[in-house]
């Protein structure tokens, strides 16, 4: 195992010594970490889940829930000893090597900047669907300018839409939960209790469907590492990181298997409303919420584009904290106002690129980007159960003093995290559509660690 001494890079000087700012609040990071979780991939991507899984699908949910709870926990224990803007590629870097920062780093910005064009793309779509006629790709470019605009300002512009923007989410979403419980109950208004009628075919497609249900599920979760990133330019990140963590339970356990436990409750998993319209909408419209379905549409477009607001500076400041650690072109480095302009620019660009490729290029470049960063959150989270295991041991050694978040009954927990990401890249082999996702994400992270090592040993020899 390298030493610290060996792995952590001196960060170049910045013109007139720009750092990064210190300018979001306490109120932005607790909302950043509570909206955080609530990301478009539930409001979205879980209706093919329930369709595959059918009730089984709150199993899966709590499976998955569990594992990012403990991948949470162990990013939280490391980020609140070193907070970092680069958050878990900073200590990649610390426990495992500059190849290994370089190679999540790179990977996660990759992620996120694709994320960043299909969040665009998905909420062009819901704004066209109100205004046919207009073209889907200018309203990608609004988006775009207003939120490369916003990043460009100030980080306490990104804070301040976050900050709106899962307010109202975790509005919508409680609301829902409330409604949906009263209805289970038997007490809301012109409803009848459906008891446990839907609920009886409880593994309809058997162990596949819940697989298919499963995988669904964990990429739904990704999006939660931000708060980490950001808890780095707060005006207390280490107190940031922790009360984020220590909350994320609760918060995975009402928002999603909450949600799930509804909607699978309220209506049959087999209606065709539940992927066409999306759970949230069917559940609404089968208890007769006049209008539930525009009112569902703005909360999903709110949740696109938080997620892109997020991923822009996510994508951001990875950049930023691998070009300071050198490991990538200096000039994204550069920060002016307490903003690194010219990383922000770079993320929006690579995002609309990729718009731009979904319409050029629909049949082949298109889909080999999609499947280039499908497992890309599982190669980070085990990044972060190895970077935790060794930075572990060398904390308690070195300063112990810094631990004030503690992965629960280390190391076991943190093995049986591993072996839970072992399990789901074996799901995901088992699969076809799930495989060849393998193959890409499995292709770009080897070439990342080539590039990385080869990096290393240049750095070393020089």
Request: hydrophobic share 55%; with cysteine; net charge neutral.
């Amino acid at each position: 195992m390298p030493h610290s001494t060996t792995t952590v890079e001196t960060p170049p000087t910045q013109d007139g010594g720009a750092t990064l700012s210190h300018g979001l609040k306490q109120r932005h990071l607790s909302m950043i970490a509570l909206g955080g979780v609530i990301g478009a991939g539930l409001f979205v991507g879980s209706g093919a889940g329930i369709a595959a899984a059918g009730p089984s699908i709150v199993v899966a949910y709590t499976l998955s829930g569990l594992l990012v709870m403990l991948v949470m926990r162990m990013l939280g224990e490391m980020s609140a000893a070193h907070p970092s803007s680069g958050s878990f590629s900073a200590h990649a870097e610390r426990a495992i090597g500059p190849w290994a920062g370089f190679t999540a780093g790179w990977s996660f910005w990759v992620l996120l900047c694709t994320a960043v064009g299909l969040e665009g793309i998905g909420a062009a779509k819901i704004v066209t669907g109100w205004l046919p006629g207009t073209p889907e790709w200018a309203w990608v470019a609004l988006f775009m300018v207003v939120f490369c605009a916003a990043n460009l300002a100030a980080v306490r512009n990104f804070g301040e839409f976050e900050f709106w923007f899962a307010a109202l989410k975790v509005g919508a979403i409680s609301l829902f939960l409330v409604l949906g419980v009263l209805a289970i109950a038997g007490v809301l208004p012109g409803t009848d209790s459906p008891g446990a009628a839907n609920l009886t075919d409880f593994l309809p497609n058997g162990g596949e469907g819940l697989i298919i249900g499963l995988l669904a599920s964990v990429f739904a979760y990704g999006g939660l590492e931000t708060v980490t990133i950001a808890a780095a330019e707060s005006e207390n990140p280490v107190r940031g990181v922790a009360s984020a963590v220590r909350t994320a339970m609760w918060r995975i356990a009402l928002f999603y298997v909450g949600s799930m436990a509804v909607i699978v409750t309220l209506v049959p998993w087999d209606s065709a409303e539940v992927v066409e319209k999306g759970p949230y909408v069917a559940a609404l419209d089968h208890l007769g919420i006049p209008a539930a379905g525009r009112l569902m549409n703005v909360v999903v477009l709110v949740a696109l584009l938080s997620a892109m607001n997020a991923n822009i500076y996510g994508s951001s400041r990875i950049a930023h904290s691998l070009v300071e650690r050198g490991q990538g072109p200096r000039a994204l480095a550069r920060v002016s106002g307490g903003v690194p302009r010219l990383a922000v620019l770079t993320s929006c660009v690579f995002g609309f690129v990729c718009v731009v490729l979904s319409y050029w290029r629909p049949d082949d470049v298109f889909p080999w980007l999609l499947n280039m960063i499908g497992a890309v959150i599982l190669v980070v989270w085990i990044f972060i159960a190895v970077s935790q295991l060794l930075l572990r041991r060398r904390l308690e050694r070195e300063s112990p003093e810094k631990l004030v978040v503690r992965m629960w009954a280390f190391p076991y927990l943190t093995w049986l995290a591993l072996a839970g990401m072992t399990a789901i890249f074996v799901l995901m082999a088992r699969e076809a559509d799930t495989r060849v996702q393998l193959y890409y994400t499995g292709g770009m992270t080897a070439v990342l660690a080539a590039v990385g090592y080869l990096r290393q040993r240049r750095r070393a020899g020089g």
